[in-house]
């Protein structure tokens, strides 16, 4: 029954961290280039581009 639940636990942090890396890179791109469109795909990039962002500027 523990490794489900330890499982189960890195399952929703995982999935957290993508959200948050996801609404990050969104409110990054969008600041810096103030595009809806750029926004979109910076989110769909996601940490990729907080991680390019953060070693670029």
Not at 17 to 28: K, N, Q, R, W, Y
Not at 38 to 52: D, E, K, P
Request: zero cysteines.
């Amino acid at each position: 029954m523990e490794p489900y639940s330890q499982q189960t636990i890195v399952k929703k942090t995982v999935k957290s961290g993508i959200t948050f890396g996801t609404a990050l890179a969104m409110v990054i791109s969008y600041t810096t280039w103030h595009s809806v469109g750029w926004a979109i795909f910076h989110g769909l990039l996601s940490w990729v581009y907080v991680l390019y962002f953060v070693l670029r500027y």
